[in-house]
């Protein structure tokens, strides 16, 4: 693995002369961590600030009242806050919303799944679908999609207590699947448990390809960032081996890729259908500070070429997301404590191809 890290960083290097193939576009500015974005039916653009607010582009310009303001129990502290969304299959008739947020119950930090339903330019709670999620200061994970199976899936970390990760009781450091009700899927590997996968340290982004292979974005201790394709009771090792290491102790999923001695911090990742990138998975890199463009085999199961994109153009990117039209949307996270925030941070930034 490290001679082929290596050989991927040779092929970047003679590729960096490349013209980039989108046009750059700011199209909201002055955020506050934005950490996700859902797109609607009518190209409208829902996304969140890790402060409680959900808000709304809508033809272009950024609505200047959030749709919701969470208030207590909501916490945002760390890692954690409001994290991911995701906008319901049938949101332009339902108008349902699906988040994830942190709360303080006593001197505990949790993390839960809410159900929103959108009135009038504003949203409400309107249910609790997973709750009681190990939360924390660190390690939250927070990234939710809908897959192609319609049903919910949910990237927990291991709130800062690695053991955890291991612990087929605990939700914490798991990939979880629930149906959009908050059941449990009947095909889900552990009965009348959500968990999907385990032994993953802050998994932090989901993506499917056209050929319905899930992949996951999460960080290393110590760099060994890694992309996995995500099987159905699979574990992935944390904290007992990370990167592409063995284990005695378990049967460990090996990564598609990871990051060797290097630390990209990977957060949002898409996988592309169309225009110069089609057939690619892009990955936000937070510590890396760049774009990091995957091309795969034609099954999408083994990585032949890596390339690295907007190094420290715009400082950490936490989140990318394809439209319907083509357009690349990717946002800025230099508010978050750990950037170098410009007047403007944060952005939401339109890559719009040429």
């Known amino acids: 693995m490290k001679k082929f890290i290596n050989d991927i960083y040779t092929k970047i290097s003679e590729n960096k ?3 980039f193939p989108f046009k750059i576009e700011v199209i909201a ?20 600030e890790r402060s409680g607010t959900i808000r709304v582009i809508k033809d272009g310009k950024l609505n200047p009242q959030p749709l919701i303001t969470l208030s207590a129990p909501f916490v945002n502290q760390g890692e954690g806050g409001l994290m991911g969304i995701a906008l319901d299959p049938n949101f332009s008739q339902n108008k349902y919303i ?11 930090i949790f ?6 339903v959108e ?23 927070g990234r939710i999609k809908i897959g192609p199976d319609q049903n919910l899936y949910i990237t927990t970390g291991d709130s800062g207590i690695s053991a955890l990760a291991q612990d087929p009781t605990s939700k914490a450091g798991k990939i979880l699947r629930i149906q959009l009700n908050g059941s449990i899927p009947e095909d889900n590997p552990i009965i009348n448990s959500p968990i999907y996968s385990l032994g993953h340290r802050n998994p932090q982004g989901l993506a499917w390809n056209s050929k319905n292979v899930l992949y996951e974005s999460e960080h290393g201790q110590s760099a060994h960032d890694e992309i996995n394709i995500i099987h159905p009771g699979a574990n992935y090792g944390w904290p007992l081996v990370q990167g592409d290491e063995e284990s005695t102790e378990v049967t ?10 290097d630390t990209w911090a990977p957060s949002g990742i898409a996988f592309v259908n169309q225009g110069p990138w089609q057939g690619k998975l892009l990955v936000a890199n937070l510590r890396g500070q760049q774009l ?27 989140e ?3 439209s319907k039209d083509g357009s690349i949307y990717i946002t800025t996270s230099n508010r978050d404590g750990r950037g170098n925030p410009d007047i403007k941070d944060d952005k939401i930034i339109r890559l719009i191809p040429k």
Do not use: C
């Open 320 to 322: 990318v997301i394809q």
């Open 252 to 261: 460990v999923q090996k990564p598609l890729i990871h990051s060797g001695e």
């Open 98 to 108: 699906y988040v994830m947020h942190s709360y303080a119950e006593g001197n505990q």
């Open 29 to 48: 500015e002055n955020l506050y961590v934005p950490w996700a974005i859902d797109i609607s039916d009518e190209g409208n653009l829902y996304f969140t």
């Open 119 to 141: 009135k009038e330019n504003m949203a409400y709670i309107d249910r609790v679908l997973l709750d009681k999620i190990p939360g924390g200061q660190f390690h939250n994970g």
């Open 292 to 318: 990091l463009v995957i091309s795969l085999n034609d099954k999408g199961t083994a990585v032949k070429n890596v390339e690295f994109w907007l190094k420290n153009e715009f400082g950490r990117l936490r």
């Open 17 to 19: 002369s490349s013209q």
């Open 111 to 116: 993390n839960r799944v809410v159900r929103l």
